[in-house]
């Protein structure tokens, strides 16, 4: 399942032991998954009260996914 849409499925809010990882795609995407993941909670939870969660939606990505990248990626 992709995981903006585990996050908003309210899947991480509920399942707060769930763990998951990226390693087979890089991670170069990642840090522009979790802008836009933020960007549409923000705009879309003046409609979609299962939105209105205490935390960003890139917070619950950090707290409960790691990625790996590539060896020749930057890691800030």
Same mark, same amino acid.
């Given at each position: 399942? /992709?995981?903006?849409?585990?996050?908003?499925?309210?899947?991480?809010?509920?399942?707060? !032991?769930?763990?998951?990882?990226?390693?087979?795609?890089?991670?170069?995407?990642?840090?522009?998954?979790l *802008? &836009?993941?933020?960007?549409a909670?923000?705009?879309?939870?003046? %409609?979609?009260?299962?939105? &209105?969660?205490?935390?960003?939606a890139? !917070?619950?990505? *950090? *707290?409960?996914? *790691?990625? %790996?990248?590539?060896? %020749?990626?930057?890691? /800030?």
């Open positions: 399942m /992709p995981l903006p849409k585990t996050f908003h499925g309210n899947g991480l809010e509920k399942t707060t !032991d769930f763990l998951g990882g990226g390693i087979e795609q890089g991670a170069l995407w990642v840090p522009a998954m *802008r &836009r993941m933020d960007l909670q923000q705009t879309f939870q003046k %409609t979609e009260p299962a939105l &209105r969660l205490p935390m960003a890139s !917070d619950y990505i *950090r *707290r409960q996914v *790691r990625f %790996t990248p590539f060896p %020749t990626e930057p890691v /800030p």
